[in-house]
């Protein structure tokens, strides 16, 4: 079946500008993560949904970044403002439900340079 | 605060010969360890995982191996093959939150020479 996908594949931004970043998980998966992998770094988490709430966004860097599911399936990263060192690879990962045994299936990633 | 950590930032084996990744963890609250494989340009795909519970679990050519005494996990392939060629990333869970967010390492690359 379907994976989880992302897009854009790849955003240029200028610095100040305002970028939202999508997902879609895999059919039925409860649960939503958000990562970002920034240059020689291993994925770092952002924010967590399960349905359609955010249950952690402790991850988030600071209140520019935004993250809606509304419907409890395709979810959005918003990010406001945008800085350099945004810069990154954004990566969203669904599992089936938020047990600790449920894989987390992970998308291809949004590329995102912001100039 | 690095809670795990991975020291080898590349790893270069034969084709055929063992490969051993390394990991070590500083959160004694983990209890659940995973190993991701990640080609240039997708995202990680999920290789193997074990729970505190166990000390070793096998998938065909990976092994993961968990020492808790030592707070340290490591990945044997073998036989090493080049389709193995990837940044592997060690990762760690706490099953006592309500959110089972990952923590990963910063990865090692494997490169396999035929």
């Known amino acids: 079946g379907a994976g989880v996908s992302q897009t854009p594949s790849n955003k240029v931004t200028e610095k100040g500008k305002y970028v939202e970043l999508r997902c879609d998980p895999i059919?039925?998966?409860?649960?939503l993560y958000w990562y970002r992998q920034s240059l020689g770094q291993g994925p770092e988490f952002l924010i967590y949904f399960q349905g359609t709430g955010a249950a952690d966004d402790s991850g988030l860097p600071n209140d520019r970044f935004f993250a809606v599911r509304p419907e409890g399936s395709v979810s959005t990263l918003k990010i406001q403002r945008t800085e350099r060192g945004d810069s990154a690879v954004y990566l969203c990962?669904?599992?089936?439900?938020?047990?600790?045994?449920?894989?987390?299936?992970f998308g291809p990633g949004t590329r995102l340079t912001v100039l | 605060d690095q809670q795990v950590k991975q020291n080898s930032p590349s790893l270069s084996v034969q084709e055929g010969r063992i490969s051993i990744l390394n990991c070590d963890y500083t959160n004694s609250m983990f209890d659940y360890f995973l190993w991701y494989k990640k080609y240039p340009a997708e995202g990680p795909t999920f290789l193997i995982s074990?729970?505190?519970?166990?000390d070793k679990n096998e998938d065909g050519r990976f092994t993961v191996f968990l020492n808790k005494s030592a707070k340290h996990l490591s990945l044997h392939i073998v036989p090493s093959q080049p389709g193995d060629s990837a940044v592997y990333f060690c990762?760690?869970?706490?099953?006592?939150?309500?959110?089972?967010?990952?923590?990963f390492g910063k990865g090692t690359l494997l490169t396999v020479n035929p």
């Open positions: 990762a760690a869970r706490w099953s006592g939150g309500s959110n089972y967010k990952l923590t």
């Open positions: 990962a669904s599992s089936l439900t938020n047990s600790v045994v449920d894989t987390q299936y």
């Open positions: 074990i729970s505190s519970i166990k």
């Open positions: 059919s039925g998966h409860t649960a």
